[in-house]
C-alpha cells in the first residue's frame, strides 16, 4: 500500500553522496518529497531524512541498494511510529493583517511565534507536523500571505541506541586517506599545466 | 582487517615519514598513477591516449618493461578486454581512457561489468581542475555519468590524493561482490609534483566487503538440506567469484544433490560431473528448468534470480524453502523471499555447510532429471548436434570445438543465439572458462573479451564465439588483435541475420522481420586486411577439417561458419512466462 515512509540513511562526508542516494529512487520511479541532510553527532557522519511516498516491500529494496553503496554507515526505512519527527515552516504575512485582531489568536493558537517584524511584513515560525503548517498556512492565507517555506523533515528513531553507539565508535577508527582533501581548495594551477 | 588499536587517527605528519624513508620519491601524479599501479601488481593495462590524459601516458613510456600496455581500437574494447582479462585471471582488469570521448566510450564496458561482478579499474583523464564545470574542450562529467554503473568512482584534482584514490579502487573492485571503479585524475594533479608513497587500502570504515557468517542460518540450512528429499543446488557466477567450485562439488557429492548452472556459473561445475544436470535460463536445459518447480529445497548459491531464469515469479519455486547465499545484501530477497538467508562469501558458507550436511544419496531424484532430459536429447540436442542433412548448425560447430579442445579452451561468447548454443553444447571441464556478457547482454562483446582473456591466460586456447551482427559491432579490434600479437581463435556463425531478434519476431511478432536480415561483407577479406589467417566453411564436409586447422594454427586465426539462416533456438521460456511454458520445438 502506498503510504509515507520516513528514510534515513547515515553517509560518510563524501562529494556526490547525495546524487548517489537519490539514483535509487530515481531508477524506481520514485519521488522524493523531502529531504534533510546534516552531520550528526559523531564529525564526518552525515544523516540524510527522506519523505517518500511509496510501498515498505519496494523501500526495504530500495535501502538494502544504498547500503550497497562504498561511502553509507547504514539506512532504514520507518513507519511513521518509528520516528519522533518535526517539521518548520516560516510564513511571510503583510504587516496590515496585524491590524486584524483575530490574526493575534491564530497565532496563539497554533504555537507559532513572530521572528521578524518590518514596516511591510513580519515573519511566523512553526514546528509540527506537516499537515499542521499547511493548515497554518491555509488559515493564514485571507490574512495576505505573501510567501510560505516549509523545511524538509528532522527525525529522531526511537530504537537507534544502538546504532548510534555503534557510529560513535567509528569515530575511534581511521578515518580513510582521501578525508581531508575534500575540504581544501584546489591548488594554483600554473599556466604550462593548462596547454591541451 | 588491522587490529583497532593499531589504526591511527591521522596520517602521519610529513617530517616524520620523511626520516623513515630516507629520501621520499618527489614525482609527478602521472609517475604516481603507474607506480601505483605496479604497487597493486598490475602487469597488463588496455587503453587509448587522448590530450587529457596524455601526462600519465608520457609517464608509463617509462615503465615499458614492468606495465605491458595495449592500445586498442575504441575505448569500448578496452573495457571488454579488461573483463576478458580479469575473468580468466582472476586479477582486476586496469583501463586508460581520455576524458570527454575517451571517457564516454567506456560506459557500456563499465555498466557490463557492473552487472556482471567483474573487478576494473578505470583510470580516465580529465580537464585541469579550473576548468571542471566550465565546458572546456573534450570536459566530460564522467563522475555524474557513470554513477549508477560503477561501484565506485572518485575525481582526483591533487596529486597527492592519488596513491589513496587507486589504492581504495583496487580494494573496492577487487573484494565482496567485485565490481568496476573509475578513477579521474584532472590534468593538473597528473603534472604537479608531490612526495610519493604508497600504501595498500585494506580498510574503509563504511564498507563492509566480509560479512560475519551467520552459523545459525548455516544450521538452519543444512536442517533443511537434511530433511530434504529432492534439494536441488543452483551454481551462480559467485561461486567462481570466491573460487568455491571444489567446495559446492564436494557439498553435491557429500549430501547428492544434483546441480545447475546459471549461465555465468557454467564452468564452474564440469559438465561431465555425475551431480551435473545443466544450465538454467531462458534458453538452458529443459529439465533443471522444470526441475525448479519441483524441488523442496533450493540452495542458490551466488546468484541473483535473474528474470531470465525465473521467467514469471509469482510461479517460481513457490513449493520449495529456498536457501540463498549470497554475499551481496541487496540481492537477498530482491526477487525470491529466502527462507533461509546467508549473507557471506560462498566459499566460507560452504565450507561450514559440508560439514553439518549428513551424507545422502538422491539417485531417484536425480533418475527424475535424466528421464527429462531424453526429451530435450530426442526433441532438440541431437539434431541439433548431429544433422545429417540441411545447413550447417551452430551447434554442430560449437561440438566440434569442444570436441577438439577437449572442453579446456576458454570460451568467450558474444550475444545472440551463438551464444545460447555455445552455452548449452560446450562441455566445459575447468573453472573459468566461460567468457560471455550475461546481465547486459553486450553486442561486440566478444571480440575484444577474448583478446583479455587470451592475454589473461596465454596458456590456454581462448576460442571466441560470434555471431555476424555481433562481430560488426567491435571488429576494428583485429587491429589489436594483429599489433599486440594476440593469438584468439575467432569463429563466426554466420546466418545473415540478427538471429535472436529475428526468432522472437516470428515466434512473437508474426514473422515481421523488421531489420533484422543482414547483408555482410566478406570477413575472412576482413581478417586478411588486418593479416589474421582465415577461411570460410558452407558445407558439413568440411567443417571438421577447418575447426581442426583453426586449432593447430599458431597464432589468430578466423573461421567463418556459414550456418542455417533461420534456425531457432529451443528450449526457450518465453519471456515473461512461467517455467513451466518452456517450449522444447
Not at chain 1, 40 to 64: A, D, H, N, Q, R
Not at chain 2, 160 to 166: F, R, S, T
Not at chain 2, 226 to 246: Q, R, T
Request: with cysteine; proline share 4%; hydrophobic share 40%.
Amino acid at each position: 500500500m502506498q503510504k509515507e515512509y520516513t528514510v534515513t540513511v547515515y553517509t560518510e562526508d563524501r562529494i556526490g553522496i547525495t546524487n548517489r542516494i537519490c539514483v535509487i529512487f530515481t531508477r524506481r520511479g520514485i519521488n522524493i518529497t523531502s529531504l534533510t541532510t546534516a552531520e550528526t553527532e559523531i564529525p564526518g557522519v552525515y544523516k540524510f531524512i527522506i519523505t517518500v511516498i511509496s510501498e515498505k516491500e519496494k523501500l526495504v529494496k530500495i535501502v538494502g541498494q544504498i547500503e550497497r553503496l562504498i561511502e553509507i554507515h547504514r539506512a532504514f526505512v520507518h513507519d511513521e511510529d518509528e520516528v519522533v519527527y518535526q517539521e518548520l515552516a516560516l510564513y511571510k504575512i503583510s504587516t496590515k493583517a496585524l491590524q486584524n485582531g483575530n490574526i493575534e489568536q491564530l497565532i496563539r493558537e497554533n504555537n507559532a511565534r513572530i521572528l521578524t517584524i518590518t514596516e511591510e511584513y513580519f515573519v511566523l515560525e512553526k514546528t509540527g507536523h506537516q499537515q499542521e503548517l499547511i493548515n497554518l498556512q491555509a488559515k493564514l492565507a485571507p490574512y495576505g500571505l505573501i510567501e510560505y517555506s516549509k523545511s524538509g523533515r528532522v527525525a529522531i528513531i526511537k530504537w537507534s541506541r544502538r546504532f548510534h553507539d555503534h557510529l560513535k565508535e567509528l569515530e575511534t577508527q581511521r578515518i580513510d586517506n582521501l578525508k581531508q582533501a575534500q575540504y581544501k581548495e584546489h591548488t594554483e594551477v600554473s599556466a604550462e599545466e593548462e596547454s591541451i | 582487517m588491522q587490529q583497532k588499536d593499531v589504526l591511527p587517527m591521522k596520517p602521519e605528519p610529513a617530517e616524520k615519514r620523511a626520516v623513515a624513508n630516507a629520501a621520499p620519491l618527489n614525482i609527478t601524479g602521472s609517475e604516481a598513477v603507474i607506480r601505483s599501479l605496479i604497487a597493486e601488481g598490475v602487469e597488463t593495462i588496455f587503453g587509448y591516449p587522448g590530450g587529457a590524459i596524455m601526462p600519465i601516458y608520457d609517464a608509463l613510456y617509462d615503465f615499458q618493461d614492468k606495465v605491458h600496455h595495449i592500445l586498442v581500437r575504441h575505448e569500448q574494447g578496452a573495457t571488454h578486454a579488461a573483463q576478458g582479462y580479469a575473468r580468466t585471471s582472476g586479477k582486476t582488469g586496469v583501463v586508460f581512457a581520455t576524458s570527454g570521448p575517451g571517457a564516454t566510450n567506456l560506459v557500456t564496458g563499465l555498466a557490463d561489468a557492473y552487472m556482471d561482478s567483474t573487478p576494473m579499474v578505470c583510470i580516465t583523464g580529465q580537464v585541469a581542475a579550473h576548468l571542471l564545470g566550465t565546458d572546456a574542450f573534450q570536459e566530460t562529467d564522467v563522475i555524474g555519468i557513470t554513477m549508477p554503473i560503477t561501484k565506485w568512482n572518485i575525481q582526483v584534482t591533487r596529486p597527492e590524493d592519488i596513491p589513496g584514490a587507486i589504492a581504495k579502487a583496487f580494494y573496492i573492485a577487487g573484494t565482496g561482490r567485485p565490481g568496476p571503479v573509475l578513477v579521474d585524475i584532472t590534468r593538473n594533479a597528473q603534472v604537479a609534483k608531490f612526495d610519493f608513497e604508497y600504501k595498500k587500502c585494506d580498510y574503509i570504515r563504511s564498507y563492509r566487503p566480509v560479512p560475519r557468517l551467520d552459523l545459525e542460518a548455516v544450521e538452519a540450512a543444512a536442517e533443511l538440506i537434511n530433511n530434504s528429499k529432492k534439494p536441488y543446488i543452483f551454481c551462480g557466477h559467485g561461486v567462481l567469484l570466491s573460487g568455491a567450485e571444489k567446495e559446492l562439488i564436494a557439498l553435491a557429492e557429500k549430501a547428492g544433490i544434483p546441480v545447475a548452472s546459471t549461465l555465468l556459473g557454467l564452468s564452474a561445475v564440469p559438465v561431465d560431473h555425475p551431480k551435473y544436470v545443466g544450465y538454467l535460463g531462458m534458453h538452458g536445459n529443459y529439465a533443471p528448468n522444470i526441475m525448479t518447480n519441483e524441488c523442496d529445497v533450493l540452495l542458490a548459491v551466488g546468484m541473483r534470480f535473474d528474470d531470465r531464469i525465473t521467467g514469471d515469479v509469482s510461479q517460481y519455486v513457490k513449493q520449495a524453502k529456498v536457501i540463498h547465499i549470497e554475499i551481496d545484501a541487496a540481492e537477498i530477497n530482491k526477487i525470491i523471499k529466502a527462507d533461509v538467508a546467508i549473507h557471506a562469501d560462498a566459499k566460507t558458507a560452504l565450507e561450514a555447510l559440508i560439514a553439518l550436511v549428513k551424507p545422502q544419496q538422491h539417485d531417484e531424484w536425480i533418475q527424475e532429471f535424466r528421464e527429462a532430459d531424453k526429451q530435450e536429447e530426442e526433441k532438440v540436442a541431437r539434431k541439433e548436434l548431429y544433422p545429417a542433412e540441411g545447413g550447417l548448425k551452430m551447434a554442430e560447430v560449437v561440438r566440434l570445438i569442444s570436441e577438439r579442445t577437449e572442453g579446456k579452451a576458454v570460451l568467450v561468447t558474444d550475444v545472440g543465439q551463438h551464444q545460447m548454443i555455445a552455452s548449452r553444447y560446450y562441455r566445459f571441464k575447468d573453472p573459468n572458462t566461460n567468457i560471455t556478457s550475461g546481465g547486459m547482454g553486450t553486442m561486440g562483446f566478444a571480440l575484444p573479451a577474448a583478446m583479455g582473456a587470451k592475454v589473461g591466460t596465454p596458456e590456454k586456447e581462448v576460442v571466441a564465439v560470434i555471431g555476424d551482427g555481433c562481430f560488426q559491432m567491435t571488429l576494428q579490434e583485429l587491429g589489436t588483435i594483429y599489433q599486440s600479437e594476440i593469438g584468439v581463435k575467432i569463429v563466426i556463425l554466420n546466418n545473415n541475420f540478427l538471429g535472436m531478434v529475428r526468432q522472437w519476431q516470428q515466434l512473437f511478432f508474426d514473422k515481421r522481420y523488421s531489420s533484422t536480415e543482414m547483408t555482410n561483407p566478406d570477413f575472412v577479406q576482413i581478417a586478411k586486411g588486418f593479416f589474421i589467417p582465415g577461411k570460410k566453411v558452407t558445407d558439413r564436409s568440411e567443417i571438421a577439417a577447418a575447426v581442426d586447422e583453426m586449432i593447430s594454427h599458431k597464432g589468430a586465426y578466423l573461421l567463418e561458419v556459414v550456418v542455417e539462416k533461420e534456425d531457432n533456438v529451443f528450449p526457450m521460456v518465453p519471456s515473461g512466462q512461467p517455467i513451466a511454458n518452456i517450449r522444447l520445438e
